[in-house]
């Protein structure tokens, strides 16, 4: 393996809190953000040869990044692997296309089966890895097969599941349940012909409208509210209900306000209530520590307030979870993934 080519994907010293929506976290020591599946392979590969661990990610809207990121971990985020297009197999999306842009394009495309994925923040690969879901859809209701690699397999070699046998639930897959790493899937189309003609129109939108960071939460609002008024007004319609409605529900709860990582908890359906409503019961919202605070708008989000460092938010997290455990016996499981700490 080239040397140089390995160490040109490799930063040193990034401050990991320009790749999270919770915008926390320290410098990591190594970080790479591979535009292609071969690029991700080299870096792979010069983890390997280096004994660091690798942690892989996409936008960063559903993990807490430490403060003080182990020196020997490499971050690898998945957010520039952004290709799409219709081969032989059916309708390919790589790992790093942000799923509001299938809602896009099956608005370009005369559909509404992704119109729960606009303003869902996050990539097509996080959403494949942990069933990303908006009231009654969810992912795995969209995908037909998903391209992973094992990260134990020498030759991380590009490998294929069927949906049928992705082990999917409530935020749930075997992909939680191995070391893989999703890099593309094949998402379910209708009608094939205007998916190819969707694809083309959202794409030429794309060179229209500014695009910045997307782990900026406000960036990532008015990035995907404007690319679905600007097709509208070209269509000469109106941006569909269903999209307004999400505008409103996420508005109301405050969503790309500040910066937050969504829900912290998963829902315990056993107990019957979900969580904003269980931490509601205990009066916990505006519960502030440090930089950070339980959301006054809804009780299972924690928000950072300007200065939040990670330990402020697990801090709160573990006063959610006594104070559940001792209300209602049982203890809130995260969905929130926190990544181990240097200390
Ligand atoms: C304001 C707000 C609202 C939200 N609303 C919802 C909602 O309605 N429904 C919902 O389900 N979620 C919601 N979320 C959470 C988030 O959108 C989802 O969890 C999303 O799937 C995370 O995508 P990501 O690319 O940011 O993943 P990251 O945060 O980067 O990663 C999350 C986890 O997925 C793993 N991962 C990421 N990419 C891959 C890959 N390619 N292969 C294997 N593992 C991978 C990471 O290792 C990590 O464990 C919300 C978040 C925010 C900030």
Known sequence: MNTQRQEKLIQNNV???SYSTYEIGGKAKYLAAP????????????????????????MGSNILFPDEPMEKMI???????????????????????????????GL????????????????VGAGVYMNAKYYNRQICDILDTALYIDMNDP??????IHVDT???????????????????????????????????????????VDYKNPSELPNFFKYYTTMAETWAKENNGQVPESFENVVKDRGSKFHFDYPSCGSVFKNNYDFGE??????DRLNMRGTVRGGASISAWHGNMIVNQGEAKAEDIVHLID???KSVKEAFDFVPEEELIIVQSKS
């Open 155 to 160: 030759e991380f070699k590009v490998q294929s």
């Open 75 to 105: 971050f690898i985020s998945l957010k520039e692997l952004k290709e799409t297009n219709i081969d032989e197999k059916g309708w390919f999306v790589s790992a790093g296309m942000p799923m509001s842009h299938l809602a896009l394009i």
């Open 274 to 279: 979900p969580m904003g409503k269980v931490v």
């Open 108 to 123: 370009a495309s005369g559909t509404s089966d992704y119109d729960f994925c606009f303003l869902l923040p996050g990539t």
């Open 15 to 17: 401050d990991l809190s």
């Open 166 to 208: 992705c082990d999917y639930s409530y935020k749930n897959s075997i992909f939680m349940k191995n070391n893989w790493t999703i890099v593309g899937a094949y998402i379910k189309h209708p009608n094939f012909e205007e998916l190819s003609k969707g694809i083309k129109e959202i794409s030429r939108l794309e060179k229209i």
């Open 319 to 321: 006063q959610v979870k």
């Open 35 to 58: 535009g292609t599946i071969e690029e991700l392979k080299t870096v792979l590969e010069y983890a390997r040869q280096n004994e660091l661990a690798p942690f892989l990610f996409g």
